[in-house]
């Protein structure tokens, strides 16, 4: 329905809202948690590429340390109050997300792999291919999203730790519709996710430790860390235990209430157009003659020369990472022949 934009510098707030949610010129209020009060009137922003033509109102209050909610914006007519949730996040001086209530259960997808999976190359695809498709990272705060359905990648490990991503970061309440489980051969996973913490994360790690060394969770960044380590994931983990966590939550054991789409990254790579022609017609959304970014697939996030984004990669690895694979193969022997992997 709309999002908002925090101006650090100046304490201005501008709200967004849908060009039938209210009309031009007129006047609404914004009640703070404390109970201060601050009006501004609306105007009609003009289409600019796919984001459609929009109604803003400005509002320019004192400058705020913390902007949680629940904020309340509201018109003449108090029916028409907005229950306005935001998270202010002060170190980086940007709203984390606003939403006007529970997201539409029939919009949300998820895609759900374990971090090197290939998300991102999938992520791209549907975004670079549909004009209603919304698709970013669930981690990317203080996204503003116009799309009319709306689709998040997650490398959450369980159910629990979604749906605090969803709530906490996005303002979402609602369970999505759909999940996309994508898979990728442990092997390729491992070693990209090695080559990303030795370069990206500029970690220096022995690949003959790497599997069992205690730093999973330090993978993500803070404020999301903060969120995404509760109770139930308190201790430090192993790469190798949160892949094998991951798996149970998503592939032996899946929520029963969703619709659940499974996708081989190989396949993406290997017969791209059956596959992604597979998940656009799984997304109720029309497919297209050429499909735009099936160039581009390896993410951004790492530095190593190796030639990355190859389907069965792994069979090439040179001598730095024999030793991860000789652990991947004793370790994860069940799961890999479970994925249909020789």
């Given at each position: 329905?709309?999002?908002?934009?925090?101006?650090?510098?100046?304490?201005?707030?501008?709200?967004?809202?849908?060009?039938?949610?209210?009309?031009?010129?007129?006047?609404?209020?914004?009640?703070?948690?404390d109970?201060?009060?601050?009006?501004?009137?609306?105007?009609?922003?003009?289409?600019?590429?796919?984001?459609?033509?929009?109604?803003?109102?400005?509002?320019?209050?004192?400058?705020?340390?913390?902007?949680?909610?629940?904020?309340?914006?509201?018109t003449?007519?108090?029916?028409?109050?907005?229950?306005?949730?935001?998270?202010?996040?002060?170190?980086?001086?940007?709203?984390r997300?606003?939403?006007?209530?529970?997201a539409n259960?029939?919009?949300?997808?998820?895609?759900?792999?374990?971090?090197?999976?290939?998300?991102?190359?999938?992520?791209?695809?549907?975004?670079?291919?549909?004009?209603?498709?919304?698709?970013?990272?669930?981690?990317?705060?203080?996204?503003?999203?116009?799309?009319?359905?709306?689709?998040?990648?997650s490398?959450?490990?369980?159910?629990?730790?979604?749906?605090?991503?969803?709530?906490?970061?996005?303002?979402?309440?609602?369970?999505?519709?759909?999940?996309?489980?994508?898979?990728?051969?442990?092997?390729?996973?491992?070693?990209?996710?090695y080559?990303?913490?030795?370069?990206?994360?500029?970690?220096?790690?022995?690949?003959?430790?790497?599997?069992?060394?205690?730093?999973?969770?330090?993978?993500?960044?803070?404020?999301i860390?903060?969120?995404?380590?509760?109770?139930?994931?308190?201790?430090?983990?192993?790469?190798?235990?949160?892949?094998?966590?991951?798996?149970?939550?998503?592939?032996?054991?899946?929520?029963?209430?969703?619709?659940i789409?499974?996708l081989?990254y190989?396949d993406?790579?290997?017969?791209?157009?059956?596959?992604?022609?597979?998940?656009?017609?799984w997304?109720?959304?029309?497919t297209?003659?050429?499909?735009?970014?099936?160039?581009?697939?390896?993410?951004?996030?790492?530095?190593?020369?190796?030639?990355?984004?190859?389907?069965?990669?792994?069979?090439?690895?040179?001598?730095?990472?024999?030793?991860?694979?000789?652990?991947?193969?004793?370790?994860?022997?069940?799961?890999?022949?479970?994925?249909g992997?020789?």
């Amino acid at each position: 329905m709309g999002s908002v934009h925090y101006d650090h510098s100046t304490g201005t707030i501008r709200v967004f809202f849908r060009i039938d949610r209210f009309t031009e010129n007129e006047t609404l209020t914004l009640i703070s948690p404390d109970g201060s009060v601050h009006n501004a009137k609306t105007r009609r922003l003009s289409a600019r590429g796919k984001i459609p033509e929009r109604i803003v109102a400005v509002f320019k209050p004192t400058r705020v340390q913390s902007l949680s909610g629940p904020w309340t914006i509201i018109t003449s007519n108090p029916a028409q109050a907005v229950p306005a949730l935001f998270i202010y996040i002060p170190e980086q001086h940007r709203v984390r997300n606003w939403c006007e209530g529970p997201a539409n259960r029939g919009e949300l997808t998820t895609i759900l792999s374990f971090p090197r999976s290939g998300s991102n190359f999938l992520q791209n695809i549907i975004r670079n291919n549909s004009a209603q498709v919304g698709c970013v990272s669930i981690y990317q705060t203080g996204q503003k999203m116009y799309d009319p359905k709306l689709c998040l990648k997650s490398h959450a490990q369980d159910s629990a730790t979604l749906k605090t991503e969803l709530t906490e970061i996005w303002g979402i309440t609602a369970p999505p519709r759909r999940h996309i489980v994508l898979l990728r051969d442990p092997r390729d996973v491992f070693i990209s996710l090695y080559d990303y913490v030795a370069g990206q994360r500029k970690t220096p790690v022995d690949p003959q430790s790497f599997l069992t060394t205690d730093f999973y969770w330090y993978l993500f960044r803070p404020p999301i860390l903060e969120l995404i380590r509760d109770r139930a994931h308190a201790q430090a983990q192993t790469v190798l235990q949160a892949y094998r966590d991951w798996y149970q939550s998503w592939v032996i054991d899946p929520p029963m209430t969703t619709e659940i789409l499974y996708l081989r990254y190989e396949d993406l790579v290997t017969n791209p157009t059956a596959t992604f022609t597979r998940v656009f017609g799984w997304l109720d959304e029309p497919t297209v003659a050429t499909w735009k970014g099936l160039e581009t697939l390896v993410s951004q996030n790492g530095e190593s020369h190796r030639k990355r984004g190859k389907a069965g990669g792994w069979r090439q690895a040179s001598p730095l990472y024999q030793p991860i694979l000789r652990q991947i193969e004793a370790e994860l022997k069940t799961e890999i022949a479970e994925l249909g992997y020789t």
